[in-house]
C-alpha cells in the first residue's frame, strides 16, 4: 500500500513537470509587445458658428454652435468690474474660454498682494500699457511648468490688433489672447479645462479649440468701429 502512494506521487509530481516545461516552452516563443500608452478617442463636431450680437455690449464676434455663452459674474471672488465679461463654455469637453473687457482709462478694482501673502483691493485706472504687461505677466505665471511661450502680434482683416499667446506643456492655459484698439477697449481671453492639465491627452482638443478661437478673433469687432 505504500510503494503505491509512492507511485501516484511520482505520478503527479511528473505530470506538473511536464505541463509547467510546456507552458516554459510557450511563452519562451512568444514574442512581447510593449503597447503604447493611449487616450480615449474624442469625436470632434463640424466647426459651425453663431453671432454673438448684443445690443448692449461694445463688441461683438463669432463663436461655435456647440458652445454656450455664459455671463460671468464673478471675478476673484468679486464682481467684474463691468458687465461686459463673459464665459464661453464647451460642456462636451469640459473646456472654457474667459472673456475679460476693460475700458482704456476707466476705474477698475485691482488685487494687491501684501507681505503676508493676502490680498488687498485697490482702486486704479485702465492704463493701456499697463494692462498689456499684466497680460505679458499672467502669460508668464505658467513659467515654472510650460516648455515653451511663444507671443504673436497679429491684425485681423477687421483692423483688430493684438497678441496671440501659445504656452507649452502642461500649463493651466495653454491659448491665451488679447484685442485692443489701444484708445478705448480692451478684451483678454484665456482657454481652461475643468481637468488636470496634461499636454498629450488634451493635444486633440486643444488644436480642435484653436481653430475656434481663431474664428472668434477673425470675426471680432468693437462696436461703432471705423472700417
Known amino acids: 500500500m505504500h510503494k503505491k502512494n509512492i ?14 516545461s510546456l507552458l516554459f516552452f510557450i511563452s519562451c516563443n512568444n514574442t512581447y509587445t510593449s503597447k503604447k500608452t493611449g487616450y480615449f478617442h474624442i469625436s470632434l463636431p463640424e466647426h459651425k ?4 450680437d448684443k445690443p ?3 463688441y461683438q464676434f463669432e463663436y461655435p454652435a456647440y ?3 455664459i455671463k460671468d459674474s464673478t471675478y476673484f471672488d468679486s464682481s467684474p ?32 498682494k501684501q507681505a503676508d501673502g493676502t490680498y488687498k483691493d485697490s482702486t486704479g485706472t485702465n492704463r493701456f500699457d499697463r494692462m498689456v504687461n499684466d497680460a505679458f505677466n ?30 507649452g506643456g502642461n500649463a493651466a492655459t495653454a491659448k ?36 475656434d478661437m481663431d474664428h472668434l478673433i477673425r470675426s471680432f469687432k468693437w462696436k461703432g468701429q471705423q472700417q
Open 56 to 58: 448692449e455690449f461694445p
Open 81 to 112: 468690474e463691468n458687465p461686459y465679461w463673459v464665459n464661453i463654455d464647451f460642456p462636451t469637453f469640459n473646456a472654457r474660454i474667459f472673456l475679460s473687457y476693460k475700458i482704456i482709462g476707466g476705474q477698475a478694482m485691482y488685487k494687491i
Open 138 to 167: 499672467l502669460t508668464n505665471k505658467n513659467e515654472a511648468v510650460a516648455t515653451s511661450i511663444k507671443d504673436s502680434l497679429f491684425t485681423t482683416t477687421n483692423g483688430i490688433t493684438g497678441v496671440f499667446f501659445r504656452v
Open 176 to 211: 491665451q489672447f488679447f484685442l485692443s484698439d489701444t484708445t478705448k477697449n480692451f478684451l483678454r481671453g484665456a482657454l481652461y479645462f475643468d481637468a488636470t492639465p496634461n499636454a498629450d491627452s488634451l493635444k486633440p482638443v486643444q488644436d480642435f479649440l484653436q481653430v
Open 67 to 69: 458652445a454656450n455663452i
Open 7 to 20: 507511485s501516484i506521487t511520482l505520478f503527479i509530481i511528473g505530470v506538473t513537470c511536464l505541463f509547467g
Open 49 to 52: 458658428y453663431v453671432a454673438f
